[in-house]
């Protein structure tokens, strides 16, 4: 691939992840979230408990930042943490009834984001799904 090209690519990805950024933020600040959250918590609605390293898999994050993000979402009432029955080392992260709470307006607001994003698309939108998927998968640290 030439510069020119590769500019291209990168721009258009940039400025998108960018503006999805922004339009999560403003989507979300209603509900008093942060971009990012609202993926822990999804997690959480769709999985049930999980332990801490359990969501940084399931959201491709590094153990640290859910460490951090947990917390901030404890502080906030959203999440319950408790050590785990069966390995000492590990806690359980589960949704408050504050979280539950807010589910159908999150919802709402997930099913706005993406209606915002493929809103000027012009291909199919299940096609341009698959293909960002597929890139996304392409840039998957080894391992």
Known sequence: MDFARAKQVNDAVRTLAMRHRAAAAQLLAPLGLHPGQEVLLLELHASGPRTQAQL?????????????????LEAAGLVVRRPSPTDGRATIVELSDRARSLLPALEDAWCELAARTLAAVSTD???LTAT????A????PPG
């Open 137 to 140: 998968e392409g840039l998957r």
């Open 56 to 72: 940084a898999a399931a959201s491709g994050c590094e153990p640290p930042t859910i460490t951090g993000s947990v917390r901030r």
């Open 132 to 135: 960002l998927a597929e890139a």
């Open 125 to 127: 939108p299940d096609g």
